[in-house]
């Protein structure tokens, strides 16, 4: 399984955003009501990368647009990162869900095939954004890019070394839906926050 033979060489950002609705590298796509691009600038310096869209993103096409979009904003808010400054995306293109409980999809991770499959995509987008700074926010993200040997309870808030495909800073924090999902979100908020701004740092924006 492999996204690559669907991405148009030359493509820009607008004509990859196209071409992704088309992909047929992986069977995703079958379940899902269309595939969600990552949007914001080409010049951005920073590149945030989550693990796949969820039930929201999905029905609206755009990263980050639900419940973990706006912990996400939050966080960037409070770190002193402006959203609109950054590129956003997901490590897998197309929404991956088990069952529906009366109205709501379940989310479902990604095999590692399947993010695999798709990182063709997520190549492209950091070849021609050329951020300074990655941001993951959890293990299949980060392992995404940084190999399955990535262990999110060891390196997050570390700055850490990209080399593949383009070569910047990497800083992995947990996701925000795991927040969400947390006993205390107080305090789970509290480290994503602190990761965050180990990230402004980087950017000289802290």
């Known amino acids: 399984m492999s996204a690559a033979e669907h991405i148009p060489a030359g493509a820009n950002l607008f004509e990859l955003r196209s071409a992704v609705q088309s992909c047929r ?22 590149v945030v990368v989550g693990e796949q869209p969820g ?10 647009v639900g419940p973990a979009g706006r912990v996400l904003d939050r966080g960037l808010v409070e770190a002193g990162i402006d959203r609109g400054t950054v590129y956003v995306t997901n490590s897998t293109k197309h929404f991956k ?3 529906q409980r009366g109205k709501r999809r379940l989310h479902q991770k990604p095999t590692r095939g399947e993010v695999m499959a798709c990182r063709p995509w997520l190549e492209a987008e950091l070849r021609l954004v050329q951020p300074e700074l990655v941001v993951c926010l959890g293990a299949t993200a980060a392992q995404a890019l940084l190999g399955p040997s990535f262990r ?4 997050r808030g ?13 800083v992995a924090t947990i996701h925000p839906s795991a927040i969400l999902r947390a006993d205390d979100r107080e305090q789970a908020y ?9 990230a402004a740092g980087v950017l000289g924006v802290a």
């Open 25 to 46: 590298g992986c069977d995703l796509y079958r379940g899902a009501t269309q595939a969600v691009f990552g949007e914001g600038p080409e010049t951005a310096r920073a």
């Open 190 to 198: 509290r480290g994503f926050l602190a990761d965050l701004e180990v």
């Open 55 to 64: 039930d929201q993103e999905d029905r609206q096409g755009r990263p980050f």
């Open 152 to 155: 999110i309870t060891k390196e």
């Open 158 to 170: 570390a700055v850490l070394r990209l080399e593949d495909p383009w070569p910047a800073q990497l």
């Open 97 to 99: 869900f088990t069952q």
